[in-house]
């Protein structure tokens, strides 16, 4: 196999107030995509159209998000996370400018879809903890990183609708400006300076994506996995808005919206889960993070009607399954710990494409199968993904895995052979 990269040697080595620092910007940036889901009927009647228009508006964010893992990602292989990072902030910084001034709802969706591209920097520190961290402490570093991204989304709901009833949306817009400038001066001088040494070009990476699939085994059962766990977590929690809505509960939006609470248990989740990967190593981690998850969705299915209940369960369904993505998502950057930024965006790219699927369908099996079928699928994913976990081969990053026959190629690439 042709050289793809010239390994780098660096020796930078994240310190703690920079990883914490990582934290706080995947979080920011992460918000962006959040900040006017609870305005929506506010931008509507500001633009004068309908809820349904607006709705669209919003949908170009994850799909903006989606570009940004496959265009924006690699980048940081290539050139100095703290240039990558900055420029995207102030990128973001722009947008929310642009997003406060828009005129029109087509207008306001290409900014958020702009937002959305910009909001990968999340998965970008992500690499960046891989490419960076202490071998050590890499998985910990992770689930710092991670903390963040899922503080990130229940602080960008909470903060957008605190925001717009007090000043307006457009006027919460401008105000987000003021800490993506800080935020993205600050990385430019706290983030790595040191440059990735890309033998192959840009294009030929990004297009080289599907390949990796093909070659690296460690790569396809992580990415399958996490895309099963994805897809049940997104679809619980799209079903949950549905059922509660409609009766015998019919509960108001803000009283649904307070479920969301329940997902500061996978912040925590995170934290601890990556401190817990570095001693034990990633399947122990996996294993028990969706055994977690899968008893909780089961008790989910009869437990609807008891709010404390439902959100215990929630509680630990989001724990598990965080835990569970800390885990896998380490073991991805370990495949190639010198350059894991296309690992993480091909990997990042199937998981969030399983995470939509299981939006779309969680939405729309409330009508076909009410609350039960609709958490059986969810805890069939979650099981399926147990049993890849168990069934996976391929060995990772410290051993954490069985040898696999795609070994030589996973250390090809690590090599650059």
């Known amino acids: 196999m042709e050289s793809e990269r010239i390994p780098e040697i660096s020796t930078t080595v994240l310190r703690t107030p920079v990883v914490w620092f990582m934290a706080l910007a995947a979080a920011l940036a992460t918000a962006s995509v959040y900040l006017l889901q609870p305005a929506v009927a506010e931008v509507a009647g500001s633009l004068e159209t309908s809820v349904t228009a607006i709705g669209t508006a919003l949908a170009c964010g994850p799909i903006g998000y989606l570009a940004g893992l496959v265009l924006l990602v690699p ?38 879809g702009v937002v959305g591209t910009g909001s990968a920097v999340g998965a970008q520190l992500s690499s960046v903890a891989g490419r960076f961290a202490a071998p050590r402490r890499q998985a910990t570093v992770l689930g710092i990183v991670t903390a963040g991204i899922s503080a990130g989304i229940l602080a960008g709901r909470i903060v957008g609708g605190w925001l717009t009833e007090m000043i307006g949306w457009r006027a919460m817009l401008l105000v987000f400006v003021v800490p993506c400038v800080v935020v993205g001066a600050v990385s430019y001088v ?74 500061l248990a996978g912040v925590f989740a995170t934290r601890i889960a990556g401190s817990w990967t570095d001693r034990v190593g990633h399947r122990k981690v996996i294993l028990v993070g969706l055994a977690l998850a899968l008893s909780s969705v089961v008790v989910l299915s009869v437990a609807l009607a008891n709010t404390v209940v ?43 494409v399983g995470g939509s699927l299981g939006t779309a369908f969680g939405a729309a099996a409330i009508g076909w199968f009410g609350w039960p079928g609709l958490v059986a699928a969810a805890a069939a994913a979650t099981a399926a993904a147990g049993v890849i976990a168990l069934a996976d081969r391929s060995r990772i990053g410290s051993g954490s895995f069985g040898v696999g026959e795609d070994d030589r190629d996973r250390a090809e690439v690590s090599r650059g052979r």
Do not use: H, K
């Open 190 to 263: 706290v983030l790595p300076a040191a440059r990735g040494r890309a033998g192959a070009g840009y294009l030929d990476t990004v297009r080289g994506m599907p390949e990796l699939f093909a070659r690296v085994a460690a790569l396809r059962w992580a990415a399958t996995r996490g895309a099963l766990w994805f897809f049940a977590f997104c679809a619980v929690w799209a079903g949950l808005a549905v059922a509660l809505s409609q009766p015998p509960y019919s509960y108001s939006p803000e009283r649904i919206g307070l479920y969301a609470c329940a997902g």
């Open 75 to 112: 980048l940081v292989d290539r050139v100095a996370p703290r240039t990558v990072v900055a420029a995207q902030f102030a990128a973001l910084a722009l947008a929310s400018v642009a997003g406060a001034v828009a005129p029109s709802p087509w207008a306001l969706g290409i900014v958020i």
């Open 310 to 352: 439902t959100l215990i369960c929630l509680g630990l369904f989001d724990a598990g399954l965080f835990a569970a993505q800390v885990a896998n998502q380490s073991a991805v950057l370990a495949i190639d710990s010198a350059a894991p930024a296309r690992f993480n965006s091909a990997y990042m790219s199937v998981y969030f």
